[in-house]
Nanobody
């Protein structure tokens, strides 16, 4: 069983920055995916960024490429998301997730392939 706890959300103005953290408890394996998704009211949960522990390679949604950076502190079981140059459309609840390679495969952006989710942290960007 894995539990995920996010923190770091808040309110910022456009162009500002935030750093989200996700601390995992339980066993993490080298074929785990760890990632961030977000959901706005009336919209489906969408992929933001993910990292595959086996290769440490990051993946990003086009909408955040060049602005967000995902990283993993494996020894601390912590997943980070540094968000720079925030835009109004980044406003959402951000969820940390964990998935396993056999199920996620190359489809990291599909939320229904992920197994565990945190409770979410709210990010509000205003002009």
């Amino acid at each position: 069983q894995v539990q995920l706890v996010e923190s770091g959300g808040g309110s910022v103005q456009t162009g500002g920055s935030l750093k989200l953290s996700c601390v995992a408890s339980g066993s993490l394996l080298n074929d785990d995916w760890m990632g961030w998704f977000r959901q706005s009211p009336g919209k489906e949960r969408e992929a933001v960024a993910a990292i595959y522990s086996g290769t440490r390679r990051p993946y990003y949604a086009d909408s955040v490429m060049g602005r967000f950076t995902i990283s993993e502190e494996r020894d601390k079981k912590t997943l980070l998301l540094v968000m720079n140059n925030l835009k109004f459309e980044d406003t959402a609840i951000y969820y940390c997730g964990r998935g396993r390679w056999p199920r996620v495969g190359g489809y990291w952006y599909q939320s229904d392939r992920w197994d565990y989710w945190g409770q979410g942290t709210r990010v509000t960007v205003s002009s």
